[in-house]
Structures are given as C-alpha cells and as structure tokens.
C-alpha cells in the first residue's frame, strides 16, 4: 500500500477521535437548558412558597379574628339587653328615692315589707348586672371625663376644683370596660383649677 493511499484513512481516524463542533455545541447547549429549566423550577417553587406563606397568614388572621369576635360577643352580646335593664334599676332608685330616709327607718308592717322587698330586688339585679360584667360608674367627687360623663348643667362651687362632679343625676354603666351608658351628671364651676401634681396623679 503506498503512502497516499494510507493518508485518507489516517486523516479519518484523526477526525473521528476529535469531538466536532456540532457536538460540542449540542452539549453545551444542553447545559443551558438545564441551567434555565433549573431556574424556571426554582422560581415556581418561591412562587408557590411565596402563596403558601401568604394563604397560612390569612388563615391566622382569619381564625385571630373569628377567635376575637367570639370573645367579645360573650361579653359585649347582652349590651342592648343589658342597657334596656338599666332602665328597670333606675326605675327601683327612684322607687325608694322618694320615700325620705327617716320615714324609710320608722316603716312597719305592710309598707315595710314593700320597701324591703325593693331594696332586695334591686340588690339582686344589680348583683346580677355585676356577674355579666356591667359596672357602675363612680362619678360624683371625680374629675369630669367626656367619656365616662355626661354633664347636664354646671353648679357655681368656690369649694371645689372646677370640672368636679358635684352631683349625679343619672348613674352611668360599663360593660367589658366600655361605656354603656355615660353617667349624667352636674360639673363644678368657678372653683380653683387641679394643681398639676393632681392631674398628673389623676393620670397615671
């Protein structure tokens, strides 16, 4: 065999144990796709992590929420009941309001009896107004508060600071540390102001 009969098969061995282009571009080229197929996956699953995170808030603030309103209906649920019995205790004060204090102490019998027995019964509701968590709201001899008191006319008193509550006409109620029914009240005028050592105290 002579040399340039050898040269073709040698130049084709040569060939054939060297990667062509197009080889080493198919493997490259799959690496690419692999690396942008990586990333898609990756971001669909933050995408999804990202909604997953979102719902589970939601559905804790929901179940904060729903726990919250359970809450304040156990104890803001008879408020329109319990302002409608309100009515039935201020009816009893004034019951045994006008019978005077002295006639009340020297009663007998049957008119004894009737007194006792409303004293008792309004006792008892305000017991029971108690237990549900309505409270009565000390106004008279305290400082004068928009949210708590309702003033109906001021009294001229040098005696006391002015803005004190001097005198209660109606009794006022909380429920649940809310104001049901703000207190009517008369306000002092006229008077020295609260030193700022009291109001300060008064608010702390």
């Given at each position: 065999m002579t040399e340039d009969n050898r040269k073709p098969a040698d130049a084709s061995d040569e060939v054939a144990g060297t990667p062509s282009e197009e080889t080493v571009g198919a493997a490259e080229?799959?690496?690419d796709g692999f690396a942008a197929e990586r990333e898609r996956y990756e971001a669909e699953?933050?995408?999804?992590?990202?909604?997953?995170?979102r719902a589970f808030a939601e559905a804790d603030n929901v179940r904060r929420r729903a726990e919250?309103?359970?809450?304040?209906?156990?104890?803001?649920?008879?408020?329109?009941?319990a302002r409608d019995v309100l009515s039935l205790s201020d009816d009893f004060e004034?019951?045994?309001?006008?019978?005077?204090a002295d006639a009340r102490a020297t009663a007998e019998g049957t008119l004894k009896?009737?007194?006792?027995?409303?004293?008792l019964t309004a006792r008892s509701l305000n017991q029971t107004l108690t237990k549900h968590g309505v409270a009565r709201i000390e106004a008279e001899g305290a400082k004068f508060d928009p949210n708590l008191h309702q003033a109906m006319f001021e009294v001229p008193n040098a005696e006391v600071p002015s803005g004190t509550v001097v005198q209660v006409i109606q009794p006022g109620y909380t429920i649940g540390g809310r104001v049901l029914r703000p207190a009517l009240v008369g306000v002092s005028k006229g008077g020295p102001k609260a030193a700022p050592a009291e109001t300060q105290?008064?608010?702390?």
């Open positions: 080229n799959g690496e699953i933050a995408a999804l992590k990202d909604k997953f995170l919250r309103e359970v809450a304040d209906a156990k104890v803001y649920g008879i408020t329109g009941f004034r019951a045994l309001g006008v019978i005077d009896t009737v007194l006792d027995g409303i004293e105290s008064s608010q702390s």
